[in-house]
């Protein structure tokens, strides 16, 4: 069986979840089938995989038309494909245009839900709406759907009712245990002068909305007075979230010492040392359907604290793993939570909790690579993967 990987994010150009799982499931894949990967960007040297840049923005075009543009390239090189398999809406269309064309069956993995991200068309404009329209042409046509959590199925058969719940099947994101451990050195610590001996708590993603960052930083105003704080933020959605958090960092700069913010995608050695030298990391996202970097954490054996929305309490065992923060949103559709100043209390006292008891967040970090290298690899994220293709018709 020959299957076309179809994903906006692959080495080197990872940025999220996404891209990881693309990446670490194709691995996978390629020890049982035949995989082609067709991806967005500049060449790749990886063999049997392709790149597509998207097209010069000349006139100043909204984004969602060029992804649209670069799906079009895709969907017509999958010729000879027995199956092909999308990842998130950027590649949707290209999976669904594939399936069209070639007459081949077209799975989709729903990595999160774009009518459920509404944040997005402060960066998007009008794209927004494309990018919802894409998701749903898509999602109403494939032949089958795998969704990464137990929630995120909730959502997939809520938010697309005309989706039959027998197509839609939970395989979890895995995590590679082997790049993803415990790492000592203190170098990383001693480069950005992170003092080793005051408790860190770290956070590591996207600087927008859905990642709850913000809400993190109010929390901060009333952590425990040894605690550090470590953010290692990637690109900032829009400017006005970027403002908004710049100016929480200073504020909170002024108040206590110990606030470090570094910029950019860093490499798997930083993170894995800056993930073990943590006494807690952080999670605080609005939606989350079900938070590879919760996985990372865990294989590094540090304790986790994060808000319980989407899928992360499938992934963290509150009380065991780590601490579960209560979320509420509003009733308006936008994810915002409904008391913040509430959320922002409950992730202070949980942080607040494991500093004050660190043999506690490390009994938690011990527990959670254990359960990370017991229930979440990537091979047999791969292995059920294969099932759902071998059930398709054509499958084999």
Same mark, same amino acid.
């Given at each position: 069986?020959?299957?076309?990987?179809?994903?906006?994010?692959?080495?080197p150009?990872?940025?999220?979840?996404?891209?990881?799982?693309? @990446?670490?499931?194709?691995?996978?894949?390629?020890?049982?089938?035949?995989?082609?990967?067709?991806?967005?960007?500049?060449?790749?040297?990886?063999?049997?995989?392709?790149?597509?840049?998207?097209?010069?923005?000349e006139?100043?075009?909204?984004? /969602?038309?060029?992804?649209?543009?670069? !799906?079009?390239?895709? @969907?017509?090189?999958?010729?000879?494909?027995?199956?092909?398999?999308?990842?998130?809406?950027?590649?949707?269309? @290209?999976?669904?245009?594939?399936?069209?064309?070639?007459?081949?069956?077209?799975?989709?993995?729903?990595?999160? $839900?774009?009518?459920?991200?509404?944040?997005? #068309?402060?960066?998007?404009? +009008?794209?927004?709406?494309?990018?919802?329209?894409? =998701?749903?042409?898509?999602v109403?046509? *494939? !032949?089958?759907?795998?969704?990464?959590?137990?929630?995120?199925?909730?959502?997939?058969?809520?938010v697309?009712?005309?989706?039959?719940?027998?197509?839609?099947?939970?395989?979890?994101?895995?995590?590679?245990t082997?790049?993803?451990?415990?790492?000592?050195?203190?170098?990383?610590?001693?480069?950005?002068?992170?003092?080793?001996?005051?408790?860190?708590v770290?956070?590591?993603?996207?600087?927008?909305?859905?990642?709850?960052?913000?809400?993190l930083?109010?929390?901060?105003? !009333?952590?425990?007075p040894?605690?550090?704080?470590?953010?290692c933020?990637?690109?900032?959605?829009?400017?006005?979230? #970027? #403002?908004?958090?710049?100016?929480?960092?200073?504020?909170? +700069?002024?108040?206590?010492?110990?606030?470090?913010?570094?910029?950019?995608m860093?490499? *798997?050695?930083?993170?894995?040392? $800056?993930?073990?030298? @943590?006494?807690?990391?952080?999670?605080?996202?609005?939606?989350?359907?079900?938070?590879?970097?919760? $996985?990372?954490?865990?294989?590094? =054996?540090t304790a986790?604290? *994060?808000?319980?929305?989407?899928?992360?309490?499938?992934?963290?065992?509150?009380?065991?793993?780590?601490?579960?923060?209560?979320?509420?949103?509003?009733?308006?559709?936008?994810?915002?939570?409904?008391?913040?100043? #509430?959320?922002?209390?409950g $992730? /202070? &006292?949980?942080?607040?909790?494991?500093?004050?008891?660190?043999?506690?967040? &490390?009994?938690?970090?011990?527990?959670?690579?254990?359960?990370?290298?017991?229930?979440?690899s990537? !091979?047999?994220?791969?292995?059920?993967?294969?099932?759902?293709?071998? *059930?398709?018709?054509?499958?084999?």
């Amino acid at each position: 069986m020959r299957v076309d990987i179809l994903t906006r994010e692959y080495p080197p150009e990872v940025y999220g979840g996404a891209g990881v799982h693309a @990446a670490e499931l194709t691995r996978a894949l390629r020890r049982l089938t035949e995989v082609r990967v067709r991806c967005f960007g500049e060449p790749r040297d990886e063999p049997d995989t392709w790149s597509y840049p998207l097209p010069k923005d000349e006139q100043g075009s909204n984004p /969602a038309l060029r992804y649209l543009a670069v !799906d079009l390239g895709m @969907a017509g090189d999958c010729a000879g494909a027995d199956l092909v398999h999308s990842h998130t809406w950027y590649a949707n269309t @290209a999976g669904q245009l594939a399936q069209l064309l070639h007459g081949i069956p077209h799975v989709m993995t729903m990595h999160s $839900l774009e009518p459920l991200r509404p944040w997005k #068309a402060e960066q998007l404009g +009008g794209g927004y709406s494309l990018s919802q329209w894409m =998701e749903r042409s898509a999602v109403s046509g *494939a !032949d089958a759907v795998v969704a990464v959590s137990g929630a995120m199925r909730e959502d997939v058969l809520r938010v697309y009712p005309e989706v039959a719940a027998e197509r839609v099947h939970v395989i979890h994101n895995g995590i590679d245990t082997e790049a993803y451990r415990p790492e000592h050195s203190i170098a990383t610590l001693e480069h950005f002068g992170i003092d080793p001996d005051r408790p860190i708590v770290l956070f590591v993603g996207r600087v927008t909305r859905q990642k709850g960052l913000q809400h993190l930083l109010r929390a901060a105003f !009333d952590l425990h007075p040894d605690a550090q704080l470590v953010l290692c933020c990637g690109q900032p959605d829009t400017p006005e979230i #970027a #403002a908004e958090v710049a100016d929480l960092v200073t504020e909170l +700069g002024r108040r206590r010492s110990g606030v470090f913010r570094i910029d950019g995608m860093l490499d *798997a050695v930083t993170v894995r040392r $800056l993930l073990t030298h @943590a006494t807690v990391f952080v999670c605080p996202s609005l939606y989350e359907p079900m938070g590879i970097v919760n $996985l990372e954490a865990m294989a590094c =054996e540090t304790a986790v604290v *994060a808000t319980a929305v989407g899928g992360i309490p499938e992934v963290v065992d509150d009380g065991n793993t780590g601490l579960l923060v209560p979320y509420r949103p509003v009733s308006d559709g936008t994810g915002e939570p409904a008391e913040p100043a #509430a959320l922002a209390a409950g $992730l /202070a &006292e949980a942080i607040n909790r494991l500093i004050e008891d660190p043999a506690l967040a &490390e009994k938690f970090g011990r527990a959670g690579r254990e359960r990370a290298v017991r229930e979440f690899s990537w !091979d047999r994220v791969a292995e059920r993967t294969m099932a759902v293709y071998r *059930a398709l018709p054509g499958g084999r």
